[in-house]
């Protein structure tokens, strides 16, 4: 059964700084891996998605790599800014297996 | 477009009482995804359709939860009785491409006393 795990469950940065969020999978058996914005009392906006042939996937500030075979992908954000504070979920897919999730990392920028 | 739409946004009741979620997928999706999510669990799939047809029904916790999609446009979530641990966020998703690249609704929060 796949497991998604995210490292740490909570950040705090100053406003400026880069920063990065860890996910990690067991099974690396994956179709692809998405990372995904959720704010308070909101639903979940896809930020990236990464195709399981693909190493990493970019869109403006956000940078999100993927490593299949050691089963991490990390979400790289530059230049941190307030308005970047939110959750912040990994999820992967395999076969026609829906999407399974992390616990989420809560990022607090700090301005 | 609208986006996936839920209702109620919030939903307040007590225990042993009826709860019918409802969820309107954005017009030209084919599948329909329910999630719950809590603190403790985090983000849990319920159950998944595709062209209306429940596909994976794994994750729904007990006989207690039933969903339905009788069209293309609408789905429910149904949980009778409620209990207080049912409460939570209940999220709905629809997707052109089977499982990839979900649309995620804003959530029902939950509140079962």
């Known amino acids: 059964k796949q497991e998604v795990t995210q490292i740490p469950a909570a950040l705090s940065v100053p406003e400026g700084e880069n920063l990065v969020l860890n996910c990690s999978f067991t099974?690396?058996?994956?179709?692809?891996l998405q990372w995904f914005r959720q704010d308070p009392g909101k639903g979940l906006t896809s930020l990236l998605l990464?195709?399981?042939?693909?190493r990493e996937q970019t869109s403006g500030r956000l940078n999100a790599s993927l490593d299949k075979s050691s089963g991490r992908s990390t979400l790289y954000i530059a230049a941190s800014q307030p308005g970047d504070s939110a959750t912040y979920l990994c999820?992967?897919?395999?076969?026609?297996?829906?999407?399974?999730f992390g616990k989420g990392t809560r990022l607090s920028v700090i301005a | 477009d609208a986006g996936v739409i839920q209702s109620p946004r919030h939903e307040v009741t007590e225990m042993g009482q009826e709860v019918t979620l409802r969820c309107k997928p954005i017009?030209?999706?084919?599948?329909l995804f329910w999630y719950r999510q809590t603190m403790m669990r985090g983000l849990e799939l319920l159950i998944y359709?595709?062209?209306?047809?429940?596909?994976?029904d794994s994750g729904m916790p007990e006989d207690r939860f039933s969903a339905k999609m009788p069209n293309a446009s609408f789905s429910t979530l149904k949980i009778q009785p409620s209990e207080p641990r049912d409460s939570a966020v209940y999220f709905c998703?629809?997707?052109?491409?089977?499982?990839?690249?979900?649309?995620f609704g804003p959530g029902t929060r939950l509140t079962v006393t």
């Open positions: 017009s030209g999706h084919n599948s």
């Open positions: 099974d690396s058996a994956i179709y692809n």
């Open positions: 999820a992967v897919t395999s076969g026609n297996t829906p999407l399974v």
């Open positions: 998703a629809s997707s052109f491409k089977g499982p990839y690249e979900q649309y």
């Open positions: 359709f595709n062209n209306n047809v429940p596909i994976d």
């Open positions: 990464i195709q399981s042939s693909q």
